[in-house]
T-cell receptor, first 114, second 119 residues
Framework: AQKVTQAQTEISVVEKEDVTLDCVYE???????LFWYKQPPSGELVFLIR??????QNEISGRYSWNFQKSTSSFNFTITASQVVDSAVYFC???????????FGSGTKLNVKP | GAVVSQHPSWVICKSGTSVKIECRSL??????MFWYRQFPKQSLMLMAT?????????EQGVEKDKFLINHASLTLSTLTVTSAHPEDSSFYIC???????????????FGAGTRLSVL
């Protein structure tokens, strides 16, 4: 069975703090893909990153970084020096090798206060 | 990144009327599009998978006759909510999947969503 768990329902931080959003996944597939999306209050989901199961290299993009660890089935997302504009709901998602379905986590709402 | 246009962004209608929502991939072809429904403060719930030129695949519990999906071209899929009722009020989101598949896999790009309010 495929499943994505985002245990943190809501996180509040003060601007400039670092914050990590957790994502744990379950799958029996050896090939799979992991994603993070941002949903600001406007509603549109914005693609942030895609990772395949064969590539465990961590990635950094500006203030964003992702830590993929197959040993713990986790794909955590860290925002460094958070800003108010980072306030949004963040979804982690899993897709299997057939590219036919996304499995979304329940989302983590991030509130960054000035 | 790729652009997916969803229209309308907001619609208010009377109970019993039908509402059509369009989803277009503007700068890429998408053989597969997805339709989701999102309730307030909840995650996205997949309603159906739309494949160009074939019938949509509906998730369990989603009424096919209620939510009509047409994927007539590689850039357009439509969702029609027939005989809408207040319980159909929700946020509907479409996504289009890139057809280019490499070892990194495809990406779903999302429309901005349609907020449906049925009075």
């Amino acid at each position: 069975a495929q499943k994505v768990t985002q245990a943190q329902t809501e996180i509040s931080v003060v601007e400039k703090e670092d914050v990590t959003l957790d994502c744990v996944y379950e799958t029996r597939d050896t090939t799979y893909y992991l994603f993070w999306y941002k949903q600001p209050p406007s509603g549109e989901l914005v693609f942030l990153i895609r990772r395949n199961s064969f590539d465990e290299q961590n990635e950094i993009s500006g203030r964003y970084s992702w830590n993929f660890q197959k040993s713990t089935s986790s794909f955590n997302f860290t925002i460094t020096a958070s800003q108010v504009v980072d306030s949004a709901v963040y979804f982690c998602a899993l897709m299997g090798p057939n590219f036919n379905k996304f499995y979304f986590g329940s989302g983590t709402k991030l509130n960054v206060k000035p | 990144g790729a652009v997916v246009s969803q229209h309308p962004s907001w619609v208010i209608c009377k109970s019993g009327t039908s509402v059509k929502i369009e989803c277009r991939s503007l700068d890429f072809q998408a053989t597969t599009m997805f339709w989701y429904r999102q309730f307030p403060k909840q995650s996205l719930m997949l309603m159906a998978t739309s494949n160009e030129g074939s019938k949509a695949t509906y998730e369990q519990g989603v009424e096919k006759d209620k939510f009509l999906i047409n994927h007539a071209s590689l850039t357009l899929s439509t969702l029609t909510v027939t005989s809408a009722h207040p319980e159909d009020s929700s946020f509907y989101i479409c996504s289009a999947m890139t057809t280019y598949r490499d070892t990194q896999g495809s990406i779903q790009y999302f429309g901005a969503g349609t907020r449906l309010s049925v009075l």
